[in-house]
């Protein structure tokens, strides 16, 4: 098989999970998977849930006596606006400079076809391979994966019998410089809706004691963080811990200064709290963010009202030591403390997620009682990206979340190991994603490696 | 001429100016208002300008020797969004409980077809009416007026050979009780447009070191009021005097309390300056209003982004006493003093327009030069309204802005006199705009009134 025939194919699809309308798509997308994975040498079917379906494949499933790895990617892509930042249509993959342009060319479907390629190729060689594979793809990690959990606990049983998962939904430093992700920040959301007086009003006729809602909400908004840029809202870093040396020094091995950072984002200056620098930031402190907000007249020219209604939509990085539900709770109450009188504000919750850590084997604080299957891909995965990128992978925490990492670990007690492919100027999110493509053929090498490594011992898991 | 049927027809045309999409319709309303002046007994044509035409009607344009009276008033409408509060669609009138409905029918089609029925009423039992009228009917007034001032210096000499300007674009206060507005703010417009990244970023890979534009909009918005709501602009409040006692007076004879206002607007508090209540606070005090705010993903569900770009749309009400491009200039420098490093700002000026005043005949400070004409119009409208309506005139401010009556005022020297037909609840610029029909047909007599009191006097003006 080949990964970037395969990749174009699995990047036509417009599947974007926050848009109900592009549910066909969707259907088409997990189709296609399925056909792809038979193709591959598995069993697969579509299960469906609540939500998009979940596309299984398996490999030797009633072989219970060998090591069982569970692969994990998604098909659903994110929206695609602002739509004419694209230089090419988003669905339509280009490839220039040895780059692959879609959305989705690197979160996930590039990456999540790499393992399924390799498999293949495995079988191929040797139609017997002693392993144990289930693939499991789900369509709504961009909408917080909200039906996966419910796929994972309808399925403990045959999940909790793996010894480890392992996906490629994070990121790697450049195109030599591969990273393994040993941590995540978990994320929760939630949006504010303010209403102040019950329509729109003409702003000269009533304007002066009526409090605006888009006031309202820029104090509210404004209020959650100090001017060191750290969040005001009372214990919200309860339980943030600070980083390992160790975790520091491979950080540094990125070679990435704020300076270059601020240029390649194209900002003046940044705004790191005191003793962490960007890198640190993103990979071991918490943030609210603001992902929208928008109240009253938005369209061309002038239009002179006392809006009715004003809205702001949050997310929260976590990171290890805080509770999502926790958090929410404190956030929320932060904000209905700061509501003036005369607004009415609701507030909705939406994703949840825990944030995740696993310590690589041979590390300070590493886990004696990792199993042998994890184990023995950890140290194949270094010693084929040294072979093949010239240099080790760094060890590192991503500043993004993955909820299910924390899903499999707590309903099946399986640690995960994350495989970076995209890269930090993939545009993951936004205009003009892509992927490198060479990096996506070496990766075929590291999945095959990490499977046949796997193959050669026999389990250790009870 | 019956005002109803007129004022139907006349609300058929969705001549929205700030929509360049409606520019067609914007043409057919003149086109439809030069027909109708003709039919009432003037000249009529349509007088282009850089932006949309103004429509002029002329009644005894030659003779100079006759009392000569300006109609203003506007033919363009507010746009309609949110279209989904709409009961009826906004360009088909539709009549409920003495009411008309249509976009336009309060502000400002209802009332200005009232004069042009008046007139063609009084020419329809004295073709010889001694009187001079010259109707200006503008289609930009709900953005700002941009042309009228060059179509008023344009025909400087003209309309300066008038004693007055009658309009009726402001408010009265209930169905039985008619105001004459003495006193207008006025305003001055702009936007802030911040911009952070230069893409939106991906909120996990990104989220921390970087400045989000949304927390620096809410931030410098945030930061224009204090807790007493008043705005903070350094020397905003310079020249801003206290009302005279009868004005005040005058005011609480609408028997307006704050209760039942926040009430009527579904607020349970209101936020007035120390010693003023609601209805002095509009007419009395300037303000600073978010008439919209909006940055980053403004979709359904969540986006996890940290966005490139925020804006906001502000409109300050002027008093008396302010200059507005010194108050542009003052809120413009605060802005720009309040934006963080990492965010670059540009502050787009838009509307401007002064405050007016004019103090009616009999009263504390009124002016003893007010020409004849003026001084009869006062009193003919004071008296008919009285007899017609059971209540004499209330002489008020009100709280919005119409910038050409400024124009008039510093261009041709000109008072004007300003009778309300649309009511508090007429729902001007919201959904559901909506007009009382007794209203418009007891002003077709007090039009009348004023008309025939002119014509029965010689002219007083050089």
Chains 1, 2 share one sequence.
């Not at 997308?29 to 079917?45: N, Q, R």
């Not at 569970?70 to 280009?94: C, I, K, R």
């Not at 071991?284 to 002179?304: D, V, W």
Request: net charge negative.
């Amino acid at each position: 098989m080949d990964i970037l025939s395969v990749v174009k194919e699995y990047l036509r699809f417009p599947g974007i999970s926050a848009d109900p309308a592009a549910k066909p798509a969707i259907d088409a997308t997990a189709d296609y998977l399925v056909g792809l994975l038979t193709k591959a040498g598995c069993k697969a079917e579509r299960v469906e849930t609540a939500g998009n379906p979940v596309v299984v494949g398996r490999y030797n499933a009633d072989r219970d006596d060998l090591p069982h790895i569970v692969v994990y990617s998604h098909y659903d892509v994110q929206p695609v606006d602002p739509l004419e930042l694209w230089q090419t249509p988003p669905f339509e993959p280009v490839i220039k400079d040895g780059k692959l342009y879609a959305r989705g060319s690197a979160d996930d479907r590039g990456p999540g076809a790499i393992p399924i390629v390799a498999l293949a190729n495995l079988l191929q060689k040797n139609p017997d391979l002693p392993l144990r594979v289930t693939f499991t793809i789900e369509g709504e990690e961009e909408i917080g994966s909200q039906h996966f959990p419910d796929f994972i606990k309808a399925h403990r049983e045959e999940l909790s019998s793996a010894d480890f998962v392992v996906l490629s939904d994070t990121e790697s430093i450049d195109k030599d410089q591969m990273a393994i992700t040993v941590g995540l920040r978990g994320i929760i959301g939630l949006e504010i809706r303010l209403t102040g007086p019950n329509s729109d009003l003409h702003s000269g006729l009533h304007g002066g004691p009526v409090y605006n809602p888009c006031q309202a909400l820029a104090e509210i908004c404004a209020s959650l963080h100090d001017a060191q840029n750290r969040v005001t809202v009372p214990g919200f870093y309860d339980g943030v811990g600070v980083p390992a040396a160790w975790e520091r020094e491979e950080l540094a091995r990125i070679g990435e200064n704020d300076e270059d950072y601020a240029k390649f984002l194209g900002v003046d200056a940044l705004h790191c709290h005191p003793g962490y620098n960007a890198a640190e930031c993103i990979r071991f402190l918490p943030t609210l963010e603001f992902n929208g907000i928008g109240g009253g007249y938005q369209g061309e020219g002038s239009k002179t009202i006392v809006p009715a209604k004003a809205f702001a939509k949050i997310t929260c990085r976590l990171v290890p030591g805080m509770d999502p539900e926790d958090v929410f709770q404190k956030v929320a109450k932060a904000i209905r403390s700061r509501v003036p009188a005369g607004i009415r504000a609701e507030i909705v919750p939406m994703q949840k997620c825990k944030a995740y850590f696993v310590c690589p084997p041979g590390r300070e604080n590493s886990d004696p009682m990792m199993n042998r299957a994890l184990t023995n891909a950890f140290k194949a995965a270094e010693e084929i990206i040294t072979q093949e990128f010239g240099k080790a992978p760094i060890y590192m925490r991503d500043g993004g979340a993955i909820g299910i990492i924390n899903d499999f670990k707590e309903i099946c007690k399986l640690d995960s190991l994350m495989l970076g492919v995209s890269l930090p100027d993939s545009r993951i999110h936004a205009p003009n994603e892509n992927v490198v493509i060479d990096i996506l053929e070496k990766n075929v090498k590291t999945y095959e490696a990490i499977f046949e490594r796997c193959a050669k011992n026999p389990k250790s898991k009870a």
